[in-house]
């Protein structure tokens, strides 16, 4: 008889936490407890964690979209300033150099980072190995200071930073922001409710970072969505970022992979110049090397011509070349479960001829920029070479459940977080750290 009172007790107990936890604005809040009497003590635990959660809503926000279901800590409080590592005078910390092991690693978690995607989110959906974690990117002859978010948000108090380009873009973006989880957590003030354009605030900094998605950095669009082909205005920057960026004191710009795909070319006032693999009668194909080069002439004399007065990040390509055993749509996979080392492999194929049309762009972007006397600051943030070296980074098939029904490719383009790409911010921040005295 007592024990179908308690087990009475413990389905009313379950019964009135399922109510609690439909009302939590928590995306794909998962609780897996059985209602049985033995359970009491778990169920009491989970019942007052979801009642401090019902008691202390918040708005919706982006962060919801990401969060893993986990109540975050509250973030400590701002330090007035912070002392940052240096890199040495003179060192590279692009290239030559190495990855090397990291037993310190990982610096967060999908447990404790609210903006990690659900196809990133390699942790969260099984991936059995942690060894790719546990590495970081050392220069040759010195040391890259792991990311400090103190000391990053020392360098960028009073001041906002956008991000244009494809999902890397946004990749690079969200690790940005599990990486400053450690000392504060962003307000969500976008204005719209679309997920590509994201405004995100710290107010105890008064720092902004926001992402304007952009795959071709000018304007784009496919006249058929039942057909592989895309037209690109080549001449024409993407009005979804040109003018928002105005007043950002810096843009991180980046692209590269959706140029693969199959396009028509348009310039001059919407004349057709070309095509890559169009396979249209008396229409040359330029290849999407190509496209890429004027893509970024274009994207970049908006930023160094007037109306922008901030610095430029040109960051290269991330690698087009881990696919092993196929293509991407045809099997394709990325295996690998630890970095190569730096006499394995280099920058080849498409990745070698890619990069050196990004390079020359910035060069020549660069050198118009000075000799015009604009007040844009060009910088270049050359991080392929490091990234090649990184296979075992993907998501390969662990950005969703093996017996989910999606249609989805084994993902070696975009980056597990934590993973290889959080060192993007390592480099980042000394990018940002002014010019000793």
């Not at 009135?16 to 049985?36: E, F, G, W």
């Not at 095509?275 to 194909?285: R, S």
């Not at 969703?400 to 980042?428: K, R, S």
Request: hydrophobic content about 40%; charged content about 20%.
């Amino acid at each position: 008889m007592q024990a179908k009172i308690e087990q009475k007790r413990s389905s009313n107990l379950w019964l009135r936490l399922l109510r609690i936890a439909s009302d939590l604005p928590m995306h794909k809040l998962q609780l897996v407890v059985t209602p049985t009497a033995a359970s009491l003590p778990a169920l009491a635990v989970v019942a007052l964690v979801l009642l401090l959660l019902a008691t202390a809503r918040r708005p919706c926000s982006i962060l919801d979209a990401y969060r893993s279901g986990v109540s975050l800590p509250s973030p400590s409080r701002p330090s007035p300033s912070a002392a940052a590592s240096r890199v040495p005078s003179g060192c590279d910390i692009f290239r030559p150099g190495e990855w090397v092991p990291d037993e310190d690693a990982p610096y967060y978690t999908n447990l404790t980072c609210p903006l990690i995607q659900e196809h990133q989110n390699c942790m969260k959906y099984g991936r059995p190995d942690r060894g790719f974690l546990r590495w970081r990117w050392r220069p040759d002859g010195c040391d890259l200071p792991r990311f400090d978010a103190a000391a990053f948000f020392d360098a960028v108090r009073n001041s906002s930073l956008a991000f244009v380009g494809d999902s890397l873009a946004r990749n690079h973006m969200q690790s940005l922001v599990c990486l400053l989880s450690k000392v504060a957590y962003p307000k969500d003030i976008s204005t719209t409710t679309n997920l590509e354009f994201r405004t995100m605030h710290y107010e105890a900094y008064n720092f902004t970072m926001a992402i304007f998605w952009s795959p071709f950095l000018v304007r784009g669009h496919q006249p058929d969505p039942r057909r592989w082909m895309w037209d690109i205005y080549l001449d024409e920057p993407d009005a979804a970022w040109r003018d928002a960026v105005s007043g950002f004191d810096r843009v991180v710009l980046s692209a590269a992979a959706w140029f693969n795909r199959p396009a028509v070319f348009y310039a001059g006032g919407g004349r057709v110049v070309g095509c890559h693999y169009c396979l249209v009668p008396g229409v040359p194909d330029l290849t999407l090397r190509y496209s890429l080069r004027m893509a970024f002439r274009s994207a970049l004399r908006v930023l160094t011509g007037p109306g922008f007065n901030g610095t430029v990040i040109l960051r290269t390509l991330s690698p087009t070349s881990h696919f092993e055993g196929g293509e991407w749509d045809r099997g394709g996979d990325c295996r690998r479960t630890r970095p190569f080392a730096a006499n394995e492999t280099r920058m080849a194929g498409l990745d070698l001829d890619l990069h050196a049309v990004q390079v020359e762009e910035f060069a020549r972007a660069k050198a118009e920029a000075e000799a015009s006397g604009g007040g844009t600051r060009l910088v270049l943030m050359d991080t392929t070479a490091a990234m090649v070296l990184r296979p075992d980074g993907h998501p390969s098939r662990y950005g969703h459940w093996p017996h989910e029904n999606v249609t989805l490719y084994n993902d070696c383009v975009h980056w597990c977080l934590p993973g290889p790409i959080d060192a993007w911010n390592d480099m980042l921040l000394q990018m940002l750290l002014p010019d000793p005295s």
